[in-house]
C-alpha cells in the first residue's frame, strides 16, 4: 500500500509540473494603456495622474437627492431583473458545491429481495441490504479544474449581478434627472405662454386703439401664442411616460414620482478616473468577461485531462442471506472492494475534437474579454466629453440667454412706444428666448447624465 501511494504522488507530482494543475493567470498581452481620451486633446490620451477612481465612491455620496435615493433604495429591493440575478448567484454557488463534494465516495443503498419455490414447495426468502460506493480519484485534475472552472462560474455571476445593480442605479439617476429637465422645460414653457399671450393681447389692443397694427400682425402674435400653447401636451405626455417607465424600474405600478427641483441638485464637478488598468477589477461586466475566460481555461485543463486513465474504486458491503453468496441464515455481512482503471485509447476522435473546441472558446473568451475594455475606456472618454461639452454649451447659452432676455424688453418697449416697432421682432426675439432657455436646460441635463454614465462607465453603483 505505500509503495502504491509513492507511486500516486510520484505521478500527481509529474502531472503537475505539466499544467494540469496550474491556476488561471491574467494573460500579460491584454491591452489596457491610452483608454481614456483627453477632452482637451483631438489625438492624445488622458494622463493617469492618480489611482483613485469616481466608481470607487459610494453611490450615496455621488447621488445627493433624498428623494432621488429613496428610489434608488427602492428599486435595489424590488427590481426583478436584480432578484433575478441573485437567483443566478444561488444556483451558481449550488453547483460550485457539487463540484466540491465530487472529490468524496458517493454512496448507494440498493436493497432487493425475492421469493423462490419449487414444484410448489415452501418458499425460501433472500434479500440482499447492500450500501455501494465508488471514488473517483482525481489523478490527472479533472475534479481540480471542475472544481475551479465552477468559481470562475461563480464570480462570473456575481459580477453580473454587480453589473445588473450598476446599470439599475444609472437608469434611475437618469429617469430622475430627465423628469427634472422636463419640470423645468414645462415651467419655461408655461412663463413664456404667459409672455406671448400678453404680446397677443397687446397686438389686438393695438390694431384697435392705435394705428400701424394691421391683422396680419395680431394673428402672427396669435399663432405664436398657440405653437408655445400646444408644446405644453407634449412635455406633459413625456413627463407621464418617464414616471410610468421609472415605475416599472422600481417594480410598482404607474404611478406620480415625487422629486426635486433641477437646480437644486448638486452633483461632483471634478473627477478621477483612476488607470486604465483598474476597469479589469472595477467593472463588473469586463470582469465577468475575465472570469469567462477562466472557466474556458480550465476547461481546456479538462480536456487534456480526459486523455489520461481515469482511476475509480468501487466497493459495497451487504447485509445478505444469499446462498449463493456462501451464505446461510442468519444473515451475515457480505464486503467486496474492486479497483479499477481505463485508459481511452480510440475514442473516434471525440477527445481531440472537445480539445480542440476548448482551445477555440478560450480564444474567443479572451477577444469578448479584450473587447469589453476597449469598450469600458470608450464608454468612459464618452463621459467624460459630454460633460466639458455641455458644461461650455450652459456656459454659453446663459450669456446669451441674458442677452436674449434684455433683447425682448427692448422690442417690446419699442413696440408699444410707436418707435418705428416691427411686431416681427417681438415675436422673434420671443422665440429665441424660448428656443435658448430650453437648450440650457437641455444641456444642463447633459451634464447629469454625463456624471451618471461616468460613474456606470468606472464600475460604480455596488456600495
Known sequence: MRKILYLLLSVTLLFNSCGLYKKYQRPDNVNTTGLFRDTASLTSSLAERDTFSLGGTPWREVFTDTYLQQLIDSGLKNNTDLRSAALSV????????????????????????????????????????????????????????????????????????????????????????????????????????????????????????????????????????????????????????????????????????????????????????????????????????????????????????????????????????????GIVNPGKILATAVGSLAQPIFQNGRLVAQLKVAKAQQEQAFLAWQQSILQAGSEVSNALALYQTSQERSALEKVQIESLQRNVEVAEKVFKMGQNGNYLNVISAQQSLLQAQLSKIADDFNKMQAVVNLYYALGGGDK
Open 90 to 325: 444561488t444556483q451558481a454557488k449550488a453547483m460550485l458545491t457539487s463540484a466540491k463534494l465530487a472529490f468524496f465516495p458517493s454512496f448507494a443503498f440498493a436493497a432487493t429481495g425475492n421469493l423462490r419455490s419449487w414444484d410448489m414447495g415452501k418458499a425460501s426468502q433472500i434479500y440482499s441490504l447492500p450500501v455501494e460506493a465508488s471514488w473517483n480519484i482525481d489523478l490527472f485534475g479533472s475534479l481540480t479544474n471542475a472544481k475551479r472552472a465552477q468559481q470562475a462560474s461563480l464570480l462570473q455571476a456575481q459580477d453580473y449581478q454587480r453589473a445588473v445593480q450598476c446599470g439599475l442605479i444609472a437608469q434611475i439617476a437618469n429617469a430622475y434627472y430627465t423628469l427634472l429637465m422636463l419640470d423645468k422645460q414645462l415651467q419655461i414653457t408655461r412663463n413664456t405662454e404667459n409672455l406671448t399671450k400678453q404680446t397677443y393681447e397687446m397686438m389686438v389692443q393695438q390694431k384697435k386703439y392705435a394705428a400701424g397694427v394691421d391683422e396680419s400682425a395680431v394673428q402672427s402674435a396669435k399663432a405664436n401664442y398657440y405653437s408655445v400653447l400646444a408644446s405644453i401636451p407634449e412635455l406633459q405626455r413625456q413627463i407621464r411616460n418617464t414616471e410610468n417607465a421609472l415605475s416599472v424600474l422600481l417594480c410598482e405600478s404607474p404611478h406620480s414620482i415625487p422629486r426635486g427641483k433641477l437646480e437644486n441638485q448638486s452633483l461632483p464637478s471634478k473627477f478621477s478616473t483612476g488607470i486604465g488598468v483598474q476597469l479589469l477589477g472595477n467593472r463588473p461586466d469586463v470582469h465577468a468577461k475575465e472570469m469567462a475566460l477562466a472557466n474556458c481555461y480550465y476547461n481546456v485543463k479538462r480536456a487534456r485531462a480526459a486523455f489520461y486513465p481515469s482511476i475509480t474504486i468501487s466497493g459495497s458491503a451487504a447485509w445478505t442471506n444469499s446462498s449463493g453468496a
